[in-house]
């Protein structure tokens, strides 16, 4: 459970440029139509120094937390998708005074000579997702985990019927006496696959399937790959920690198929075909050589 940070107010000051570089990341994840009201909230905490932003669509949930000035610390929600048109819309180099009254029914935005009020809902509403123990960790260099999406996002299945196949087959395998960090994905005509060598920490974790939701998030996040990324994941959630931003995503619930068995009955069916092809040339030839 959520600790809320008590007061009768709330009132923080942050630089435009930050907010808005960080809303334009947390608000993707909230979808734009939702019949349970507080999911179209981002939840905004200040406390010390700092303004953290938390949306989620209950399988995704992102937290960014960015600089600020912090003169009555505080936490509530605001429809996502309104704050950041509001903000976008704000000059450049603006300094943005986000205000709440003692009741919480609406936050106010000041920024020069603009004034805007929203709504409010209780912080207490906002789902958690973030609950339950990671049973394992490891760091990966940001280009490592980019190569890892690049070369097998394209052959995610989009078929819902099919769900175990939405996604990365993210595992470890054995290779003699070295392990390797493998990611796997199908949609039944194509298979994609690519390894690098286990980091330290990937040894014997569970083979997880990572949706294609948070696949694609994370791969838009992966802005400097110079950097590293740290990874935690348990049998049913996944979390990326990639600079500022904490993603922390549910796994699909299901058995990704032995692709194994699939690759060597097509390499099997290549080969048939391949002396099919050369016996049939043959004739060709022989009956040229007759004539």
């Known amino acids: 459970m959520r600790q809320t940070v008590r007061g009768s107010a709330m009132k923080v000051t942050v630089e435009r440029a930050e907010l808005l570089k960080s809303l334009a990341r947390v608000h993707r994840v909230v979808e734009r139509r939702n019949t349970i009201p507080i999911l179209a909230n981002v939840l905004m905490r200040a406390e010390r120094s700092a303004l953290a932003f938390t949306a989620t669509d209950l399988d995704l949930e992102i937290v960014e937390t960015v600089a600020a000035e912090v003169a009555m610390p505080g936490v509530t929600t605001i429809p996502a998708y309104?704050?950041?048109?509001?903000?976008?819309?704000?000059?450049?180099?603006?300094?943005?005074?986000?205000?709440?009254?003692?009741?919480?029914?609406?936050?106010?935005?000041?920024?020069?000579?603009?004034?805007?009020?929203?709504?409010?809902?209780?912080?207490?509403?906002?789902?958690?997702?973030?609950?339950?123990?990671?049973?394992?960790?490891?760091?990966?260099?940001?280009?490592?985990?980019?190569?890892?999406?690049?070369?097998?996002?394209?052959?995610?299945?989009?078929?819902?019927?099919?769900?175990?196949?939405?996604?990365?087959?993210?595992?470890?395998?054995?290779?003699?006496?070295?392990?390797?960090?493998?990611?796997?994905?199908?949609?039944?005509?194509?298979?994609?696959?690519?390894?690098?060598?286990?980091?330290?920490?990937?040894?014997?974790?569970?083979?997880?399937?990572?949706?294609?939701?948070?696949?694609?998030?994370?791969?838009?996040?992966?802005?400097?790959?110079?950097?590293e990324i740290q990874v935690e994941l348990s049998q049913a959630k996944i979390r990326f920690t990639i600079g500022s931003v904490v993603l922390t995503s549910k796994l699909i619930d299901g058995t990704f198929p032995d692709y194994g068995r699939v690759r060597s009955r097509r390499e099997t069916g290549d080969r048939q075909r391949q002396a099919r092809s050369v016996r049939h040339q043959s004739r060709y030839r022989q009956r040229d050589g007759r004539a």
């Open 82 to 227: 309104m704050f950041y048109d509001i903000v976008r819309k704000l000059p450049d180099g603006a300094q943005i005074v986000l205000e709440a009254g003692g009741d919480r029914a609406v936050m106010a935005i000041r920024a020069g000579r603009s004034r805007f009020t929203l709504q409010t809902l209780p912080e207490s509403d906002f789902p958690d997702l973030t609950a339950g123990d990671m049973t394992h960790r490891f760091t990966l260099a940001a280009a490592d985990l980019k190569r890892l999406i690049d070369k097998t996002q394209f052959a995610i299945s989009t078929e819902e019927t099919r769900y175990y196949l939405n996604g990365i087959y993210l595992h470890t395998v054995a290779s003699g006496k070295t392990v390797l960090l493998r990611s796997v994905a199908t949609d039944g005509h194509r298979l994609a696959r690519v390894e690098l060598p286990a980091p330290a920490g990937a040894e014997g974790m569970p083979g997880v399937i990572v949706p294609r939701k948070t696949v694609g998030e994370v791969q838009r996040l992966i802005e400097d790959t110079g950097a």
